[in-house]
Structures are given as structure tokens and as C-alpha cells.
């Protein structure tokens, strides 16, 4: 055993001294942290963009103004509550947001029901000023003053050639080099490239559907046309459709001589509904942020299980191939045996793993506390649900479960190869094997006790990180006991393989060993 411990000792600080080591701990969550910041950046960082309106029906120009303000009300409203979280007195989390976010929410559903009637009621009653007024009493002492976003989408001036009254067909071909950047267009004082244009013919009613209408081919040209050279940003094509689309509904209310205030308070009635767990305590049924914070917590702990394993396994490989390559091994093996040495490896590489997952937590720990903001607390409180639950230990187990099981694997493939290259072809197949869990580890969580995740369960490669994705769902007993026992009973064979292979591989140079020869060390009483 002692030799064992100074073999491990030796592993350990041989990869904890080098640079390289903690160059690759410290990008992991210098990387995070960039992206973090980076989102932040461009979130802030939108440019003005221009559009043209062009509605040759002279309908629907007031719809698209609503679209417009919808979405720069939008982008007031998410502004505003994230200063009420960053500014707010109380420190409870869930309730800070709840009562933060249920204006803003219920102003959101009213202009989805109805764009129209939303903003006017939100700009008749005050529009921010009084929900500035209103939340005057959550703010700490010496809040700074709200900085209002700026408008995004800026009607342009309509350029000196284009007829407005010209076919359609003909318009878009004037305004084509500005879709294209090749001319610029603006506003006043400012110019830029053109961002969209709407336009809207002339016989635009003649295209809408109707319930019981006969399907009609698909024709660029029919309806309203949206030009816009940006194909991933759908906000506003999807805001002008909706607004357009409610006053088109109005108008066929009033053709049906219907109340059209009557039929908006309709549309803006709901009922709330409550997520309920049957599983929880009497009086705590009420599923919680934290509850649901909790059922996708197992993703990040795969994660940060895969990302682990694979870089400590990577470790063992590579030490392995490199001490063979230069006959450092066979000075090792002459002090020690090779069960010793097999085992001072897996044991000092593993606390080389358990010193980068230290390091990140601290890493993220110290930026939670340095950098205080509303996202960071959220990410802080997350952190302090997920700790105080009953994962941790399930996290620790499949850790070292899942560790021993693969540094086994690959410490095997290590004294089978003489250069990394030959190992990197025989470990291909077993970093497949680890994708295909981490592929579906959003659909276990959406429901982790159907009969296929089940069967995946007990696949011993697979156990470690499926069953840690099941592990908030409260996986039945019979999986969770007889997973653990097949996984147990794994690791002991593939330990025992490994230290046969590891023994008679770790000297052998040339060619790797055939798949007959495997089987004949096996079955060798040495």
C-alpha cells in the first residue's frame, strides 16, 4: 500500500507542476466567465437599424407603428425589471422576481392577446413612470436613476427615386442595393444600411386565409412582403404578423357587428394554473423556482462529470504512452510491481481530477462574490439550491464510479499503445460511447423513468451519467440498487482486465496485441 500511495504521490504532483496543467483548468472557466461577459456585451451592443414602411392599402400602416413600439416596450419592460432586481432591498431571490416580473409579465400576455389595446392601456395609465412610481418602495436608498433603452428601429427617409405608387416588383428592385449595403440610407442627420423593408400591395386583402378557404400555393408575393438581408433575427417580422393580424381580427369583428372592447377582455382572460408535486410534505406542494432550478440541475453535473473524466483520463493516457516511449516504466517496474504501479496512477491522476473540479468551484466562487449583479446573485442562489439538495452525493459516486470505470478503459489502451496516434484510433469508439448519454440528457430529464432510459440505466458505460441524470426524478429503487451493483461488479472486471493488459502491454513494443491475444492474456493464471 505504500507503494502504492508514493506512486500516486508522484503522479500527482509530476501533473500539478506543469504549467500546462493549470493553463487547462483555468481556461475552463476563464472561458465562462468571457462568455458571460461577452452576452452581456452584445445584448448592449445592438446597432440602430432602418426600415422602410411602404403600405400601398393605407390599412395597415398604424398596425406595423404598433409592432414597432411593441417591441421597443419590450425591451423597456425586460430593461426595467432587471434594474429592479439589481436595485431591490429584499434578498429573497423568489420573491424579488415574482413581484418584479408580474407587471411586466401580465403586460406581455395582454399584448399577445391584443397588441393594440395593451399599449394603450400601458401608455394611458403611465406607461413607466407609473411602474417607475410604483416600485419606488422595493428600491434600496440612493438607487441610480433608470436609463430608458434606446429606440432599435428608426423609420428611414424614403429615397428620392423610389415611387411609392409603382408595382411592388419594381420597388424592391429600386431598393435593392440598400438591402444589400451597397447604398446607405438614414434618418435626418444619420445613415446606414437598410435593415427591412415592408411592404404592403395594394390587393394585400385578397390574400388572407380564412377557416373553410380552399389552401393556396405558396407565392413570395402574396401578403406582405418583409425583405430583410438578416435571416436569424425573426423578432420583428413576428411582431409586424402579430399586430397585423390583430387588426385584421378587428375588422371582422366590426364586419360581424360584434363589441370589439368586449371581445379584448375576452382575449385577456386567464386563469392561473399551479404546478403542484404529489411527492412533497403537506403545505409544500407548490412547485418553487429552486424545484425547478433542482429537476435540471443533473444536466450540469453530467457536464461537469464528462468534462472531468475526460480530461483526467486524457492524463492517464497520455502519461502511460509517454513513460512507456521512454523506458521510464521499466525503471518503475523494477521497484515496484504492476498491479502497484496501475494503481498509484489511477489513484494520483484521479486526485489531479478532484484538484481541477476544486479549482473551478473557487474559480466561479470568487466571481460570484467579486462580481455582485443581479445575474451573478441568481447564479449564486442556483448554486446554493443545487449544493443543499441530495445530489452532491449522488455526484460524488458516479464521479468516482464513472472514473474508475473509464481511467480503467483507457489506462489499458495506454500500455497497449506506443504512440499517441495508435491511441487515439482505439479510443475513438469509447468517447462515442460517452456521447450518446450526454445527447440525451435533455430528454431524460423531460421524462427520466420511461422504459428506454431504464434500459440505458443498466448499461454499465452508460450508468454513471444516466443515472446521475436521474437523479432529481427519484429514480425507482430497483434501478438505483441494481444499477449500482452492476456498476460495481463492471468496474471490478474491467480493473482486473486492465490489470492483466496493464501487465503484460506496458513492456510490449511494436504492433498493439490482436483481439485473440486479449483473450489469451485473460485467460493466463499470471
Known sequence: MRMIWLI????????????????????????????????SVLSDATPTRYYLLIDQSGKYEQAVDVAIERNHQRRVLQTFVQYLLDNRIENDFELTA?????????????????QVAALDDWLSNGGLDFALVM??????????AFEQPENQFFLADLPDEVDISAPPADIVKALRPYLTGQKSIGSDDNSGPLFAL?????????????????????NPSAGIQYWASNLTDSRLPEAIANSINAEIRKQEYEKLELNTELVRNV?????????????????EEAVSMADTFRQFAPIGFVYLMFISLMQNVQYLLSNTIEEKSNRIIEVLLASVTAGELMMGKLLGIGLAGLTTIAVWLLSFYLFITLYDSSDTELISQILEVVLSSDLIPWFVFYYFAGYALYSG???????????????????????MIQVVPLATMFFIVLDPNNTLVRIMSWFPLFTPYVMMNRAAANPPLVDVIGTTIMLIASIVLVLWMSGKIFKHGVLRTGQPPKIIELFRLFRSPK
Do not use: H
Request: hydrophobic share 45%.
Open 98 to 114: 415574482a413581484n418584479a416580473s408580474t407587471a411586466a409579465d401580465k403586460l406581455v400576455d395582454d399584448v399577445d392577446a391584443n
Open 135 to 144: 416600485a419606488t418602495p422595493y428600491l434600496k436608498p440612493n438607487s441610480p
Open 267 to 283: 382575449q385577456r382572460t386567464r386563469m392561473p394554473l399551479n404546478q403542484l408535486d404529489p411527492s412533497a410534505a403537506l403545505g
Open 409 to 431: 478503459v483507457f489506462l489499458a489502451i495506454g500500455s497497449l499503445c506506443n504512440t499517441l496516434k495508435e491511441a487515439q484510433a482505439m479510443m475513438t469508439p469509447m468517447i
Open 8 to 39: 500516486a504521490s508522484r503522479e500527482y504532483l509530476e501533473n500539478v507542476r506543469t504549467k500546462g496543467f493549470w493553463i487547462t483548468i483555468l481556461i475552463f472557466p476563464v472561458i465562462f466567465i468571457g462568455i458571460y461577459f461577452l452576452q
Open 198 to 218: 415592408i411592404l404592403i400591395p395594394k390587393n394585400v386583402d385578397e390574400f388572407i386565409n380564412r377557416p373553410g378557404a380552399t389552401p393556396q400555393a405558396p
